[in-house]
């Protein structure tokens, strides 16, 4: 079991889901807030990758969050400690007792 306090959650994120709207040329992207929770964010690790011929600096986070039904690797959290939207790239029961969420997500730029 890991322990965790809710006096660890010092950090408030935006939690975002995209739901494409219709355009004239197919679909654009819409990110509608799914909620806004207090969380705890700890930067994982970082660097930077040639990726098709794009220099791209990365950022990964663990972000610890009370469980939130209905939370999908396909949103992202939006956070004041890194100016770019954090996608979530992994979600999980941290304890398997449906109490605390662990979520890993990826940041990044490409210049």
Known sequence: MV????AQLRHRVRIERNLPVRSGTGFTDSWTEVDTVFANVEAASGGEALAQGVQRSTRF???TIRFLSGLLPTDRIIW??????????TVSD????RRWHLI???AGTAN
């Open 3 to 6: 322990r965790i306090s809710t």
């Open 61 to 63: 986070h663990r972000v």
């Open 80 to 89: 004041d400690g890194d100016p770019d939207p954090m996608h979530i790239r």
């Open 94 to 97: 941290r304890d398997g007792d």
């Open 104 to 106: 890993t997500t990826e």
